[in-house]
Each structure stands twice: as structure tokens, then as C-alpha cells.
């Protein structure tokens, strides 16, 4: 064993002890009486009486970010599975496409909705890993699209050929690409 991922519902709180054996102490529930540094506030209903469940797993892997797909695992983790049957529905996009595909090792998809300010396409991935990473992006209807910033501004024009489009992550980094709705 050379690595350990704690996956998580709900539990955010986490701390690695400096005790010499890397003990990681979760924070399975927070309950207060009272808030403040600036004066006390009096919050009963922070106390979190009651019967509480937790969830968490554990994943044991090899030293490599993507081994046995740990990183992939715990955000999978996190967010419960759902189906729903619908009627066929009307569309632009013929069944057999996606809107948006993406392949690369040690990067985890962070958020993908509409920027309010200008309505791009906004996908924003960061690199978990200690070494530079190769994003691929597909999205066959994309025309242009841009190296962006956390405030989801355009700044650097990529090159997007027939909708696919390569970047390279640096270590550690976060990075958020903007495609135009008008693309």
C-alpha cells in the first residue's frame, strides 16, 4: 500500500496528524451552543441533537494518482446515482453524440454550467496530481474557445480543430476553459 484516499458524503472536515504514523482524524459532526468572536450568540439548533449516519470509504491504492482509479472513485462517491425515464424529446443534439466529453489522467471535472455574466459554456478542471497532465476536450458544436479565469473571464484564445481541443495542466493547477454560446 502506498496511498489511501478517504472518499465522503458530507464530511469535509478532515485533518493529517503530525503524531509520526499520518493519522487522519474526519470530523464525523460539528455541533455548537454558541457563535462568535466578536460577542456570543446563543444557537441551539447548531447543537445537532439527535441520531446522526455518516458515510465515508476507504480506498487503498498504489503511489500513482490514477491507481485503481482512487480520486475518480471518491468523487463518485460522492454523489448518489439517479435515473429517471423520460419521453423522447426534441432536440439539437442527435442521440448518439454528448455535448461534452473530456479524457486525461490525474484531473477531476470541478464545475460545468452557464457563466451569468456572458452566458459561455464554463468547465473548470484542476490536476490533483504533482505533474503536468494533457486535457483533451470534445464538443463537436464548439467553433472557439478560450483559456479563462476563476472569475470565468476569456483570456487566451485556444486552437479548437473540427470541436477538439488540447491543454496541458501544469502541477497542481486549476484551470477553466470558456466556449462561447455562440460558438
Request: net charge negative; hydrophobic share 40%; proline share 4%.
Amino acid at each position: 500500500m502506498d496511498g489511501l484516499t478517504i472518499a465522503n458524503r458530507g464530511l469535509h472536515e478532515y485533518e493529517i496528524l503530525r503524531d509520526g504514523r499520518n493519522t487522519i482524524a474526519i470530523t464525523l459532526l460539528r455541533a455548537v451552543g454558541e457563535l462568535g468572536d466578536w460577542g456570543v450568540f446563543i444557537t441551539p439548533e447548531a447543537q445537532c441533537l439527535g441520531r446522526h449516519t455518516v458515510e465515508y470509504g476507504i480506498v487503498v491504492h498504489g503511489p500513482s494518482c490514477d491507481a485503481n482509479g482512487a480520486a475518480v472513485l471518491a468523487y463518485q462517491y460522492q454523489v448518489p446515482w439517479s435515473v429517471r425515464q423520460t419521453s423522447v424529446q426534441l432536440g439539437g443534439l442527435p442521440p448518439i453524440n454528448t455535448f461534452l466529453s473530456w479524457s486525461g489522467d490525474c484531473l477531476a471535472l470541478s464545475a460545468f454550467k452557464f457563466s451569468e455574466e456572458t452566458g459561455d459554456i464554463i468547465a473548470r478542471w484542476f490536476n490533483y496530481s504533482q505533474e503536468e497532465q494533457k486535457l483533451g476536450i470534445t464538443c463537436d458544436f464548439a467553433q472557439s474557445a478560450y483559456l479563462g479565469n476563476i472569475l470565468e473571464e476569456r483570456r487566451v484564445p485556444l486552437a479548437i480543430d473540427d470541436g477538439h481541443l488540447d491543454v496541458t495542466v501544469s502541477a497542481s493547477e486549476i484551470i477553466t476553459i470558456a466556449i462561447p454560446k455562440n460558438s
